[in-house]
C-alpha cells in the first residue's frame, strides 16, 4: 500500500508542486500537459498480461525504455516542450522508484 502511495503521489503531487512553484502563472496549464505525461502508460497495452504487480516498467515497455528517457530529458530543455518533457521525467522517475522498491 505504501509503494501505491508514493508511486502515485510521485505521478500525481510532484507535477503540482513543479507547477506551482516554478509555472504559478500557469500552472493550471503546466500541470495538465505534465500529467498527459502518463500517457507513455499507453504501451502497456501491448504487454501480456497488461498489468502485473511486481513487474518494472523501465525498460520492459517500449516508451519506458533505456534508449527514450534520453529523449524525454531532452525535452526539458527546449521551453516549447518543457512542461510534456517534465511530465515524461517524472512519469519516468515514478516508476524507476517503484521499481526500487520491488
Request: with cysteine.
Given at each position: 500500500?505504501?509503494?501505491?502511495?508514493?508511486?502515485?503521489?510521485?505521478?500525481?503531487?510532484?507535477?503540482?508542486?513543479?507547477?506551482?512553484?516554478?509555472?504559478?502563472?500557469?500552472?493550471?496549464?503546466?500541470?495538465?500537459?505534465?500529467?498527459?505525461?502518463?500517457?507513455?502508460?499507453l504501451d502497456h497495452l501491448l504487454a501480456n498480461p497488461i498489468f502485473e504487480a511486481n513487474?518494472?516498467?523501465?525498460?520492459?515497455?517500449?516508451?519506458?525504455?533505456?534508449?527514450?528517457?534520453?529523449?524525454?530529458?531532452?525535452?526539458?530543455?527546449?521551453?516549447?516542450?518543457?512542461?510534456?518533457?517534465?511530465?515524461?521525467?517524472?512519469?519516468?522517475?515514478?516508476?524507476?522508484?517503484?521499481?526500487?522498491?520491488?
Amino acid at each position: 500500500m505504501m509503494q501505491s502511495f508514493i508511486h502515485y503521489g510521485i505521478h500525481f503531487l510532484l507535477p503540482l508542486a513543479i507547477a506551482l512553484y516554478f509555472f504559478k502563472p500557469q500552472w493550471k496549464k503546466a500541470y495538465i500537459i505534465m500529467i498527459l505525461g502518463m500517457l507513455i502508460d499507453l504501451d502497456h497495452l501491448l504487454a501480456n498480461p497488461i498489468f502485473e504487480a511486481n513487474r518494472c516498467s523501465i525498460n520492459f515497455h517500449p516508451l519506458h525504455s533505456y534508449y527514450l528517457i534520453p529523449l524525454y530529458l531532452f525535452l526539458v530543455f527546449p521551453k516549447k516542450t518543457r512542461w510534456i518533457g517534465l511530465g515524461l521525467c517524472v512519469h519516468i522517475l515514478a516508476d524507476a522508484v517503484d521499481c526500487s522498491m520491488m
